[in-house]
């Protein structure tokens, strides 16, 4: 008997261990991180995690002339209740240009007014977090041509691998035989140490897993080599920053998250419902891993807020599509392959001025099916005379006097902008 009673008491004691490994944080990230509810970036969204995807984006450029006024996207944030700014296209010469050195671009200021604009978003009390591709490089980069060819993967012929047919970067690898984990992993601690960056997304990875290279001087696995990469890096920056944190581009793979902050959940911004991908996670329950993710729909944002995950933002916030000019354009024919991309956002903003100013929406229309369908018709063949459809017009009669309606009513009307700026547990101290 007493055995038996020993025997279930520690199968009680397993099961309450197990149960608090399975709802254990994965790191213990820093209390600012832990607090904060949203990222923002400005520049280049159409390749900088997957939730960024297909959103409007701004010129660097001609948003900040010069580094020094890197404050300028924290007010930017903050209009939109976030205070931290996720930068892109810091390096020399843009994002496309180089990825692989990330020296930073001399025609906005170059180091000084790199350091000088990042001390000012933290007198500020903001925060600020960079871009880095962990996977690929470009050739023609410094590091391309002095160690591309030794560090990246190869194929059965000995050829360096391409990045979805693109010749123009090596896919690095992260394992043994390779110098490239302790380069970049020294590039994360130069911007660290040098401009008190406070830590980094990591594109790319957390999506690749299961990689084969066929370099005979490269040993172990892919997947061994890119554990090692993130815990490596982590702990690199930390010993300088300890409130320094790494997040990745998707949430794929849990022995990654385990090793970081979190990641952005991929294609939630635009191919799918991003409450949808986010409840396939079999860990979404249990709260371990912090998710960010974004959708043109505020109805979605609202959703994934209420579930306890966080938002990716961007300068699309702050559209407002209710002139006239965006009647008229909604009414001209879509004839090239790519217009039906802003006449979708036109009808998500519709959607959501009539959501978050407490107007029934029309529940005959599924925009989510309407982008799709739209999309598919750029690889039909041979090519579509117009990219509009049946159910695209249909949306737009509906539509149209909803909004005017709304427009013409005479009470306040409440904005993207304003609506999220409402939601006050965005901000992080």
């Not at 001609?62 to 930017?76: A, M, S």
């Not at 952005?264 to 709260?287: C, R």
């Not at 974004?294 to 995950?309: A, L, R, T, V």
């Amino acid at each position: 008997m007493r055995k038996k009673r020993n025997t279930i008491f520690n199968l009680v004691i397993l099961t309450a261990l197990l149960a608090a490994i399975s709802n254990a944080t994965a790191v213990d990230s820093p209390k600012w991180w832990k607090d904060n509810r949203a990222i923002y970036a400005s520049f280049d969204l159409s390749g900088a995690g997957g939730p960024l995807m297909k959103f409007p984006s701004e010129d660097i450029k001609k948003k900040l002339g010069t580094f020094r006024n890197l404050p300028v996207l924290l007010q930017d944030a903050r209009k939109l209740g976030c205070n931290c700014v996720y930068l892109i296209s810091y390096w020399e010469p843009d994002y496309e240009g180089n990825k692989g050195d990330y020296e930073i671009r001399s025609d906005l200021g170059g180091p000084e007014a790199f350091r000088e604009g990042i001390a000012k978003i933290h007198s500020q009390g903001g925060r600020i977090i960079l871009y880095l591709e962990p996977f690929i490089i470009t050739r023609t980069s410094k590091v391309g041509q002095t160690h591309g060819m030794d560090w990246c993967m190869k194929d059965g012929n000995g050829n360096p691998q391409t990045y979805y047919g693109r010749s123009r970067f090596f896919l690095m690898w992260p394992g043994v035989g390779s110098g490239w984990t302790d380069y970049i992993c020294s590039v994360a601690e130069r911007l660290v140490r040098l401009y008190g960056v406070d830590g980094f997304h990591l594109d790319s990875y957390g999506c690749q897993w299961d990689l084969k290279d066929s370099d005979p001087g490269h040993r172990g696995s892919f997947n061994e080599g890119a554990i090692n990469f993130v815990r490596t890096m982590r702990e690199r920056i930390q010993k300088i920053n300890p409130d320094a944190i790494i997040m990745l581009e998707c949430c794929e793979r849990t022995e990654l998250l385990d090793l970081c902050d979190g990641g952005q959940i991929e294609s939630g911004a635009w191919l799918y419902s991003p409450v949808k991908v986010l409840n396939e996670k079999p860990w979404v329950s249990q709260h371990k891993y912090k998710a960010f993710t974004s959708h043109y729909s505020m109805q979605e944002m609202d959703k994934i807020f209420e579930m306890g995950y966080n938002f990716s933002l961007s300068p699309w916030w702050f559209e407002n599509n209710t002139a006239e000019k965006d009647f008229e354009k909604m009414r001209e024919r879509i004839k090239k392959s790519n217009d039906w991309i802003k006449r979708m956002r036109i009808l998500w903003n519709w959607d959501n001025l009539l959501y978050i100013n407490g107007v029934q929406r029309p529940a005959n229309i599924d925009l989510f099916q309407l982008r799709r369908d739209l999309e598919m018709r750029r690889y039909a063949k041979p090519k579509p005379q117009y990219y509009d459809t049946d159910a695209y017009w249909k949306a737009v009669n509906v539509y149209e006097p909803l909004i005017r309606k709304l427009l013409n009513s005479g009470k306040p009307i409440k904005t993207q902008e304003q609506y999220l700026r409402g939601k006050n547990v965005l901000i992080s101290n």
